[in-house]
């Protein structure tokens, strides 16, 4: 919808973009995406009824429950085989891909590392490889990067083998089970688990840890920015060459097809999978309090109203993806836990990069030693974490919070000429620091020439920065590459 828009019209594109979602996943997909806008659009998500708390000693169901049955349903084999008892939990089905996941050679290597699964089985859920990415700049450039994103993965079987290693290895699996509210006590957490059909007796469950996973639905995801991402798998987009043809052996990391537009710069994404299905994504950066009601739905209209000004074609929605993923700046406190026995994961906890929000990568390759600090935690409650947040993630926050808060009006064109100018910038530094970037991997004095060559190109960064940070959210921002600058001597 235009700035200018009628409501009516507006209306009409919300309903349309509701019916293609409805006739691409049914019902049920249509109501987990109004029910993720609607836990959104609530005025300050709290934790839910709370049961009463164990007493000392009390014996747990559970060593350890997992709130949430995405993507962090991966850890529930690996604490199974360390010999703990697990249960995971969701409001629907467990294993059920909402998204779609692009990874590189550290995150296949990683799933097989950890011995989820072999390498053969990880080979068998790579449905595509690219020769290189791209990411393009309305009224600028285009620049290539090999080594990112590179691995288009099989989402549905990933989760689905996942759950077929759980329930091997003896992990219950509540399917239709929403975690409301929890309770902690000295040796456990009691867990308000009503059932999801209508006039069923609630489950009365406890563990010695709960994990929640719940994503932007946690009322402890408290990261201060949000990436609203809707899009799905197409069918019927055209193959070629041109910008606005989908190469089968090229990824899109980022584009954009205009400046920025209603207060937002959009940015599209495509990934080609299986022969003639590419996944197409549409998202903006914002800050959390300025992502209002109905978020995916409007995202979803302005989806299929421009889709063609990105990619030409008869496109079909196959499969729609979408969700809120959480990003947190590092220039604010980060999202934290309510107790000693409960710790937050993924998208929860927003430890992923703020810059390219890459959740599964992140997740992925810490996969293997998330595991091991929950099976510690588990054993002794309240234990610090042992990974590590990516050095690079002191800079690459405040990008994000400038991405967060474009300047419109006269000025609406200067994000793109500042990615333009930052993306020339890494592609001039050659692949090795371009790619590092893009996987998180970049070390602070890397990241600090690339600041300054940016800088040195466009002068007026510095006061995009300051107009769109308050003064405390900079002087974070100094000691934060500072530290990084300091650990890497």
Not at 191 to 203: F, K, M
Not at 420 to 434: E, I, K
Request: hydrophobic content about 45%; charged content about 25%; proline content about 6%.
């Amino acid at each position: 919808m235009s700035a200018g828009g009628a409501p009516g019209s507006a209306a009409r594109e919300i309903d349309a973009a509701r019916g293609r979602v409805r006739e691409a996943g049914g019902e049920a997909l249509l109501a987990r995406l109004e029910h993720l806008d609607a836990v959104r659009a609530a005025p300050a998500p709290r934790p839910g009824p709370s049961p009463r708390p164990p007493d000392r000693g009390a014996t747990a169901d559970y060593d350890v429950v997992v709130a949430g049955g995405g993507l962090s349903l991966l850890l529930a084999p690996l604490l199974a085989s360390a010999g703990l008892r697990v249960a995971v939990l969701d409001r629907a089905r467990i294993g059920a891909a909402h998204r779609e996941w692009n990874a590189g050679t550290a995150e296949v290597a990683a799933l097989s590392a950890s011995g989820l699964f072999t390498r053969d089985e990880i080979e068998r859920l790579v449905i595509a490889r690219y020769v290189e990415g791209l990411c393009r700049w309305h009224g600028g450039g285009t620049y290539p990067v090999r080594g990112v994103l590179d691995h288009a993965i099989d989402a549905a079987g990933l989760l689905a083998a996942a759950r077929a290693r759980a329930e091997a290895l003896g992990v219950t699996l509540l399917d239709g089970h929403a975690l409301l509210g929890h309770a902690e006590g000295p040796d456990a957490v009691a867990l308000a688990v009503p059932e999801a059909q209508p006039g069923a007796a609630p489950r009365a469950l406890s563990a010695r840890l709960l994990v929640d996973a719940r994503g932007a639905a946690s009322p402890y995801a408290t990261a201060d920015l949000l990436c609203p991402t809707v899009g799905g798998v197409l069918t019927g987009l055209s193959e070629g060459d041109g910008e606005r043809r989908i190469r089968p052996d090229v990824g899109e990391i980022l584009a954009t097809t205009e400046d920025v537009e209603e207060g937002r710069q959009h940015l599209w994404e495509a990934f080609p999978g299986r022969p003639g299905e590419t996944t197409v994504y549409l998202f903006y950066y914002a800050r959390s309090g300025d992502v209002g009601p109905g978020a995916l739905l409007s995202l979803y209209a302005r989806f299929f109203r421009l889709l063609s000004r990105y990619k030409e074609g008869d496109a079909r929605l196959v499969r729609p993806t979408f969700g809120f993923i959480p990003g947190w700046s590092r220039l604010s406190a980060a999202p934290r836990a309510p107790g000693r026995r409960v710790r937050l994961v993924g998208d929860a906890a927003a430890r992923h990069s703020p810059l390219t929000f890459c959740g599964f990568g992140a997740n992925v390759r810490e996969l293997a030693a998330t595991a091991a600090d929950l099976a510690r935690a588990v054993r002794e409650p309240g234990a610090r974490a042992t990974a590590r947040d990516a050095p690079v993630h002191s800079g690459t926050g405040a990008l994000a919070a400038l991405m967060a808060k474009p300047a419109g009006g006269a000025r609406a064109g200067e994000m793109n000429a500042l990615l333009d100018t930052a993306f020339a910038v890494l592609h001039a530094m050659g692949n090795d620091a371009y790619a590092a970037l893009l996987r998180d991997e970049m070390q602070p004095a890397d990241f600090v020439r690339f600041l300054r060559e940016t800088a040195a190109r466009r002068p007026e960064v510095y006061r995009e920065v300051v107009s769109a940070l308050p003064l405390r959210a900079i002087g974070r921002w100094g000691a934060g590459l500072a530290r990084e600058l300091y650990r890497a001597r």
